[in-house]
């Protein structure tokens, strides 16, 4: 049964063409098409057929249900697990999903060196650096554990890594230094790599700013959904966003100057005013930080939202709209109507997050609709 209150629309076509795109930035370099979360959200089952047929050498997945999707799928690409494994999943995915693991810890690496020798067959891992994003890794400084790793019988080193911290930022000082001690450390690691290991570093942001100093993989998510991760670089203009999302005015009440709306009362009308209520809230996955900062789009106009997001209602003010906002008219969201456009990196810099935080909420709450 269909749900009549929020649409939630994903462009297959555009996400290829984002693909599409990003690889005649970066050939003669390979793609990891990041597809973790459910494609952010996008939904993996449904995308990633597309991005396979896009010329994804790669799909970047976190779980082994992820994985699995992908193989169930029957498609033809190389899974690349963007996280350090366990254990108990390396045991469910060796022998039947095929992932290429990171490793960046000795103790992976020893259990992994041992399933793989015991299987008689090499498990193949891509080498995690930390250079200065400081979530996981080797330190650079721990260049002999490395080279005992890549010693080690039942691994097969098929890529070396590093990961960016700042390249979606305002310069990019720390992100040359980080590209510099990758490669010092990958130099000196040249007589125990194998001659035609892949070397990645690029995210979405390193992609579309540096791209000459693409490497021979780059591993882009946001890109290829059409958004970026921050205000302080623009996306080319070939790529666009691929999910928007629209509801309907449930209501519009004329609502008398010094009355408050929502929880907390948390906004007074400070004029005689015309109150739309939508019948959405963080319940779909339009963000509660939103209260007294989102914008959403009526008869081509940017109206507020004002109060408190509640879990199934938003409000807005449509009192400056020339044309009578009616019971049922579209709200926009995210997305385009008329001459105006609303972007998920606008709504998330108004609370200070980033575009997956709305786009996963909307994507895992709400049906998607594909075309």
């Not at 930080?289 to 081509?300: D, P, S, T």
Request: with cysteine.
């Amino acid at each position: 049964m269909s749900q009549h209150h929020i649409e939630v629309k994903v462009s297959a076509q555009t996400f290829a063409d984002n693909i599409l795109h990003i690889r005649e930035y970066i050939s003669p370099s390979q793609i990891c098409v990041v597809m973790k979360a459910n494609a952010y959200g996008h939904g993996l089952k449904a995308l990633a057929p597309t991005a396979v047929k896009a010329g994804a050498n790669y799909i970047g997945i976190c779980t082994n249900p992820e994985a699995a999707t992908i193989r169930d799928l029957g498609l033809d690409v190389k899974i690349m697990r963007l996280r350090m494994g366990f254990p108990e999943e390396f045991e469910e995915s060796i022998d039947s999903l095929d992932i290429e693991e990171q490793v960046g810890s000795l103790e992976a690496a020893d259990y992994l060196s041992a399933a793989g020798s015991k299987r008689n067959q090499p498990i193949p891992v891509h080498l995690n650096i930390d250079t200065g994003m400081g979530r996981s890794g080797f330190f650079s400084s721990q260049i002999e554990t490395i080279k005992q790793v890549c010693c080690l019988p039942g691994l097969n080193i098929v890529g070396i890594m590093t990961h960016f911290a700042t390249a979606d930022g305002k310069e990019l000082t720390f992100t040359q230094k980080q590209i510099e001690d990758f490669y010092c450390l990958r130099q000196a690691l040249n007589n125990y790599l194998p001659d035609k290991v892949l070397t990645h570093t690029h995210n979405s942001a390193a992609t579309v700013r540096l791209t000459s100093k693409c490497n021979s993989l780059v591993r882009v998510g946001a890109a290829c959904y059409g958004v970026r991760t921050s205000q302080d670089f623009a996306n080319p203009p070939e790529l666009k966003p691929v999910m928007s999302i629209k509801t309907k005015v449930a209501q519009v009440r004329k609502v008398a100057a010094g009355k408050t709306i929502g929880y907390g009362s948390l906004f007074t009308t400070k004029r005689d005013s015309l109150i739309a209520s939508l019948p959405v809230g963080f319940g779909e996955g339009y963000p509660r930080a939103l209260f007294n900062k989102g914008i959403v789009l009526i008869n081509g106009y940017r109206c507020p939202v004002v109060g408190r997001v509640s879990l199934n209602i938003t409000t807005v003010d449509v009192t400056d709209i020339p044309e009578e906002v009616k019971w049922g008219d579209e709200v926009v969201l995210v997305g385009s109507q008329g001459k105006e456009e609303i972007i998920f990196e606008e709504l998330a810099d108004k609370f200070q997050s980033v575009h997956t935080e709305i786009n996963l909420m909307a994507g895992f709450m709400n049906q998607i609709t594909y075309i």
